[in-house]
């Protein structure tokens, strides 16, 4: 990992927290860093001496409060010296029981002999502050425990890993050559020198623009793949959405009934397809004359879910729709949504005739992509899900591999604001502004792109990153 260079903090005090889930468990893992970490878990440690064992060992022992000599637990104890440790301080991890008594006992103990609690994520604070990682890298520390799908946990262990750090680096590093020029050029500007070729920083604007604006358009793919796809199943009543749902997700979840208008409101779970989080939405049935009040309202906050789908699958019933209605019903649920992506599912094809099932056949052929299922009997389920990923694909998931993808929205508006001070540049270059104007702007364009691994940072921006953490990490 590639460290920012900040100068070391010389933290005085020692923290200490629970780095694993609180509850009871097998294991629980008590984690301390700082100048006293190692003296103040010898303070309850009698197997060994501690200070005279070297870093990256593991240490088997019981532990005693010193203030009244009880036992406390069994543990195995971590060292880590700094500054070869998470937070490039010393670092002891205490492994014992996973029993909320004893942690508390233990938490106890230790801040008795003079630990602090840490705060929410001071232990990733702390090594940021300390040069073990950038901020974008420690952002990707808790994208990573988050992570719940297997493109998540890649895009994620990618930025942890340092790779959009290096990306951006090197974008900074050739603009900060032109900006040093533009400067020099300021210092003699009574004499009308140039030192910064205009046709070279034009020609670099270009490459790294497109640069920047190719991580702004993954942002809308990163999106996505930390916070899943919002599928909005809809359809007239009784098209069978909520048997669906149950389906898709391998469970009863919701209430499946022949009366048409069952679902009065909508239910929404989560499921991974190839590594993919769609995040499915069942809602009310559509029809012009609901029964009563709260269909209507249900009806009503259909329409407004699709607004917010990333992708609509109309369902509908083979045996009572035509192909013309289907046209129609889904022409009429996105005439405002130009852009957003449908998949029309014919469901009960166990009970549709030849016929039917070749008059749906030739619409899909023309017009629309259609999947058949019988979704009571988890027929052709296999063809949709397939389906669904190929639409997701086609609209920008194929071929991720390795490269940057942007996941986190602050990244986001800072690219954006690099972009239009790139863009500024570039305009000042073209009319022929002056060295002064193409400097300030130039500035502005690498501040904003040295916010996102923290070169550029401030303690309110830090306190807000950091306090989304859990304690213990």
Not at 61 to 70: K, M, Q
């Amino acid at each position: 990992m590639k460290s920012a260079k900040i100068p070391v903090n010389p933290w005085s005090d020692t923290i200490v927290a629970l780095s694993t889930p609180p509850g009871v468990g097998a294991l629980a893992v008590v984690r301390l860093s700082g100048p006293e970490a190692v003296g103040i878990t010898q303070a309850l440690f009698s197997k060994k001496n501690l200070a005279a064992q070297p870093g990256h060992t593991l240490h088997y022992g019981t532990l005693r409060d010193p203030s009244n000599d009880a036992l406390l637990d069994e543990v195995v104890v971590a060292l880590y010296r700094a500054p070869r440790s998470y937070t490039r301080e010393d670092v002891v991890e205490i492994s014992g029981h996973g029993s909320d008594f004893v942690v508390q006992q233990l938490l106890g103990a230790l801040l008795r002999q003079g630990a602090r609690l840490a705060e929410a994520g001071e232990f990733t604070k702390r090594a940021f502050l300390n040069g073990a990682l950038d901020l974008a890298q420690a952002e990707a520390v808790a994208d990573l425990i988050a992570a719940d799908s297997a493109l998540s946990h890649q895009v994620a262990l990618n930025q942890l890993r340092g790779g959009f750090s290096d990306e951006l680096r090197g974008l900074r590093a050739q603009l900060v050559k032109f900006a040093a020029l533009l400067e020099l050029e300021l210092d003699f500007g009574e004499e009308d020198v140039e030192f910064a070729d205009r046709t070279g920083l034009a020609r670099l604007l270009a490459e790294v623009q497109g640069v920047v604006l190719g991580l702004l358009r993954s942002f809308e793919l990163g999106n996505v793949i930390k916070n899943g796809i919002t599928t909005v199943i809809a359809g007239r009543p009784n098209a069978g959405k909520s048997t669906l749902l149950n389906a898709l997700l391998r469970e009863e979840r919701a209430i499946v009934s022949a009366i048409p208008g069952t679902t009065r409101d909508f239910i929404e779970d989560e499921v991974s397809l190839d590594g993919l989080r769609f995040r499915f939405v069942d809602t009310a049935g559509l029809r012009d004359n609901p029964a009563d009040e709260v269909e209507a309202i249900g009806v009503q906050r259909t329409r407004q879910r699709i607004g917010q789908a990333a992708l609509l699958l109309y369902l509908f019933d083979l045996t009572e729709l035509t192909p013309a209605e289907v046209q129609a019903d889904i022409a009429e649920l996105t005439s405002s949504l130009p852009t957003l992506p449908v998949l029309a599912v014919g469901n009960k094809m166990d009970l549709s005739t030849a016929a039917q099932l070749a008059a749906f056949e030739e619409l899909s052929e023309i017009s629309i992509k259609l999947n058949f299922i019988a979704a009571s009997q988890r027929l052709g389920l296999d063809a949709l899900q397939e389906s669904l990923l190929a639409q997701v694909r086609g609209a920008g998931l194929a071929g991720t591999g390795t490269a940057t993808i942007v996941t986190n929205v602050r990244h986001a508006r800072a690219l954006e604001t690099a972009a239009e001070y790139l863009a500024a540049v570039r305009q000042g270059l073209d009319v022929g502004r002056g060295t002064e104007l193409l400097a300030a702007d130039l500035r502005h364009a690498l501040n904003s792109l040295g916010e996102i691994t923290g070169e550029i940072s401030s303690d309110d921006l830090l306190t807000s990153i950091f306090t989304q953490f859990c304690i213990g990490k």
